[in-house]
């Protein structure tokens, strides 16, 4: 819909109806030319002069009146998923997966997972997307959203160093809460980027299992494994400890596995398979969705100015061509002799 930024402009649009009124072309030093039997062509370069001139004046009236196109949204079926990232920040994602500080040849856990999921957002446009991190605490970075920029600087700004704790089980509730302003249509899924877990709290997991059943999410644990560190697949050996407190990461894995929903579990002992596991999920969450996307204002003055120039031009080539006539001298009725 179009909207004027100076709508009290247009008070003087009757201006255009000027040359209808008066006359613009040279004045003729011939008495009574109307008398001249007139032609069709005559007329029509009259009338298109005519024309011309209120263009000119109209354009430049409207012009001056600032329209524009009013922005809004548009609505449009594209191919992703409603995604939450959730993001470890806890201080051991800054080494590398060696387990040691980087040394500038190996980045750290957490610079590859910010430049892998950068690549990952940047070749799905249609995804609406929700950042969240934590660490001794969830917090929510952006909410669900189809600005990439925002999504993009979302991603960079979890290169602060992290804290030293992991509640990974209110970071789960968070990245599920977000999920209430996901898109009526299309998948619905969390993916889980973190190197570690600890004991989530009876009620937490009560509050959990309540929100999977309710959102219908799919969760993906990108398990980034450190070179020592035991696997979450892997069974203890008899008489060994399996409880919580010692294997926080497994029983995390088996916990998630038990809420009733699509969950996948990928571990990652490098950039590489860090890389393999993202890529198995942007297969796996490719599916119908209704994106939004916003249209900006768009400024229209300079149509008008183009077609009041335009129409000035004729009016200055027409000037152009104008011929005087020329004076007329006596005649002689007289035959020579």
Request: no cysteine; net charge neutral.
């Amino acid at each position: 819909m179009m909207g004027l930024g100076l709508p009290l402009v247009l008070i003087a649009l009757p201006l255009a109806l000027l040359p209808v009124v008066t006359r613009w072309l040279r004045a003729s030093d011939v008495p009574r030319l109307d008398l001249r039997p007139s032609d069709g062509a005559s007329i029509a370069i009259d009338r298109i002069l005519t024309g011309a001139g209120i263009i000119a004046i109209a354009g430049l009236i409207f012009g001056m009146a600032d329209p524009y196109l009013k922005g809004g949204s548009v609505t449009y079926r594209g191919e992703g998923a409603n995604l939450v990232l959730l993001i470890d920040r806890s201080t051991s994602m800054d080494d590398t997966f060696a387990g040691r500080t980087p040394d500038g040849e190996n980045e750290s856990k957490s610079a590859a997972a910010r430049r892998i999921l950068q690549d990952f957002v940047a070749r799905r446009p249609d995804d609406r997307i929700g950042i969240a991190n934590f660490s001794t605490a969830p917090i929510q970075v952006l909410p669900m959203s189809t600005n990439h920029v925002a999504i993009a600087a979302a991603i960079d700004a979890q290169a602060e160093r992290g804290l030293s704790q992991t509640d990974v089980g209110r970071g789960l509730a968070l990245a599920m809460e977000m999920m209430r302003d996901a898109s009526s249509l299309g998948s619905r899924a969390v993916v889980l980027v973190s190197d570690g877990a600890a004991v989530i709290a009876p009620q937490v997991q009560d509050q959990l299992r309540e929100m999977a059943v309710e959102q219908q999410v799919n969760l993906y644990w990108l398990y980034l494994r450190a070179v020592g560190d035991k696997s979450i697949f892997e069974k203890p050996a008899p008489g060994k400890a399996d409880t919580p407190q010692t294997r926080p990461e497994r029983h995390l894995h088996l916990f998630l596995q038990s809420l009733g929903t699509t969950y996948r579990a990928y571990e990652a002992e490098s950039p590489e398979a860090v890389q393999d596991a993202v890529d198995a999920i942007a297969k796996m969450e490719a599916k119908p969705i209704l994106v939004e996307r916003s249209v900006p204002r768009r400024d229209l003055d300079w149509i008008f100015y183009l077609i009041a120039a335009l129409a000035a031009a004729v009016l200055t080539a027409a000037r152009g061509f104008e011929r005087p006539y020329a004076a007329i001298g006596p005649v002689s009725l007289m035959r020579p002799r």
